[in-house]
């Protein structure tokens, strides 16, 4: 009894030691916040200057070149050969995007109580290299894309290229595109946003309905008519150009088997090897559909003769009966 008691004495006792080393370290964590804020906002040891937002309006935020080097590898490598330079204008950026890039920089912490600048907080934490941020930032805009915006953050992800924003409004465009087969934001997606959302599908395996076709064609129309292409014979060559650089990506069994003969009203401008598709997979369709008549064609024969097969063996089962009767009544 008394070595159970020790134990529990014991365990508590360390369970107690362990939650106050935790708390230490937690202060620990705090103190070193504080410090490194208290740093970024005074005026004590800072030896550099960034001056951001454009002329007349250049604002200067005086920093720490140990700090920036430390923890950002943009300005270790600006500063690492740089020794007498003191100075770095990124007239690019605003006040506040810059300050908040900092506070991250100085002690880990930013602000995503603005929404609407977090295209910005993603295209500044990629400048200066801060790959956890722009993890975290990816994350921050991916949760928030919606119905509503997915367009919005598509177009502004052009420069940045972040696949994950990318594949969100691709998942949000797949999903509510009968909706928004007709939508003008639909029709300035680029030829390489096309082709990537065509990427995208058949990487998931889902089927191409015939509606996104017509797409297709409305887009390549509305392409070929703002180049201003005044002859004929131009514009179908162009147009044809276009049709083969998207069917060139299509593999046949990711297209709908009840839409894939509509595609016929596009032949003069398909590859002639989906053509082939085309009529080879109509052929076996209809060679299949000959097969399945045939078949039901000598079954339903086959149990036609079963019946009257039946029937003449039923009748004569009764006249043999019959006369069997009669011969004995005789």
Known sequence: MDNNNNNQIQNANQNENENEMKNLEKKVTKNLIKDYSNLLNGNSFKDFSIFVEKEPNTFEIKVHKSILSSRSPF?????????????????????????SILSYIYYGNISFENQENLIQLLEISIYFKLNLLKEIIQKKISNSINYSN????????????????????????????SQIQNNENLFNLTKEEIIKFIQFKQEKKEIFQFDFFQFLNNWIEKRIKSLKLRKYKHKMNAKKRLFHSFFSLFDKDSISKQDFDKLKQFDIFLPNYFLI?????????????????KIQIEEKFKQELETKKKELEDKLKKEVEFLKINFISK
Request: net charge negative; proline share 0%.
């Open 277 to 293: 598709d085309i009529q080879t997979q109509l052929f076996q369709d209809n060679q299949k559909e000959i097969e399945e008549t």
């Open 150 to 177: 997915f367009f919005q953050f598509l177009f502004q992800n052009r420069n940045l290229k972040s696949n994950e924003i990318e594949i969100k409004c691709f998942e949000l465009i797949n999903q509510n595109f």
């Open 75 to 99: 300005f270790n490598e600006f500063l690492r050969d740089r020794d007498q330079i003191n100075k770095i204008f990124l007239n690019q950026f605003n006040k506040r995007e810059m300050e």
